[in-house]
């Protein structure tokens, strides 16, 4: 048999496709959020993330605690399988984020929606929402814009993404030879 194409990307993305029922939503998620920089201004003990396409939001739900004060901006980069894909800089100010323009220290328990863009929406390669086993990472560069030191990181915080496929594509093992071949009595 002779398959349509040779680009093992787009076979999996059509396996993918014709596996996933007509029904199912695509979802991107994350659950976890981990400091990326020594003495980070910005931690959380609780982070839920999902994001959902169909009706360009985020949605988060955090418990966070923050030493940062003052205005800052977003620097946020998206990463696949190591190699960067988006990259873009977000104003809390100008996005209407609650407790984070200007941002204050202390604890942080307000869950809310980001409001996502259909073109950032389409940055997204639609494999993103179905390929098993998703190796993404969301990296996020909190910097002042105001003060002695404005471009300066305070914070970094990173979250894996998953999409909740998993799956094991593979070659068989290969087979056992018999133990009582003439050729192991040599």
Same mark, same amino acid.
């Given at each position: 048999?002779?398959?349509?194409?040779?680009?093992?990307?787009?076979?999996?993305?059509?396996?993918?496709?014709?596996?996933?029922?007509?029904?199912?939503?695509?979802?991107?998620?994350?659950?976890?959020?981990?400091?990326?920089?020594?003495?980070?201004?910005?931690?959380?003990?609780?982070?839920?993330?999902?994001?959902?396409?169909?009706?360009?939001?985020?949605?988060?739900?955090?418990? +966070?605690? /923050?030493? &940062?004060? #003052?205005?800052?901006?977003?620097?946020?980069?998206?990463? =696949?399988?190591?190699?960067?894909? *988006?990259?873009?800089?977000?104003?809390?100010?100008?996005?209407?984020?609650?407790?984070?323009?200007?941002?204050?220290?202390?604890?942080?328990?307000?869950?809310?929606?980001?409001?996502?863009?259909?073109? +950032?929406? /389409?940055? &997204?390669? #639609?494999?993103?929402?179905?390929?098993?086993?998703?190796? =993404?990472?969301?990296?996020?560069? *909190?910097?002042?814009?105001?003060?002695?030191?404005?471009?300066?990181?305070?914070?970094?915080?990173?979250?894996?993404?998953?999409?909740?496929?998993?799956?094991?594509?593979?070659?068989?093992?290969?087979?056992?030879?018999?133990?009582?071949?003439?050729?192991?009595?040599?």
């Amino acid at each position: 048999m002779r398959l349509p194409s040779r680009n093992p990307l787009v076979l999996l993305s059509s396996l993918a496709a014709t596996v996933l029922p007509a029904s199912a939503e695509y979802v991107l998620r994350s659950s976890s959020l981990a400091a990326c920089q020594e003495n980070s201004g910005f931690t959380a003990s609780l982070f839920d993330v999902v994001f959902t396409p169909n009706n360009l939001t985020a949605s988060i739900n955090m418990l +966070a605690t /923050s030493s &940062i004060e #003052g205005h800052v901006i977003f620097d946020i980069s998206i990463y =696949a399988y190591g190699y960067p894909i *988006i990259r873009t800089k977000l104003d809390p100010c100008t996005s209407n984020l609650p407790g984070l323009c200007p941002m204050t220290s202390g604890k942080m328990d307000n869950p809310f929606n980001l409001p996502v863009t259909k073109d +950032a929406i /389409s940055q &997204i390669p #639609g494999i993103a929402y179905t390929f098993p086993d998703l190796d =993404a990472t969301v990296r996020v560069y *909190i910097n002042r814009t105001d003060g002695n030191n404005p471009g300066e990181s305070i914070a970094c915080v990173e979250a894996e993404i998953s999409n909740g496929m998993t799956g094991t594509f593979g070659l068989a093992p290969p087979p056992q030879r018999p133990l009582n071949n003439s050729a192991d009595r040599e």
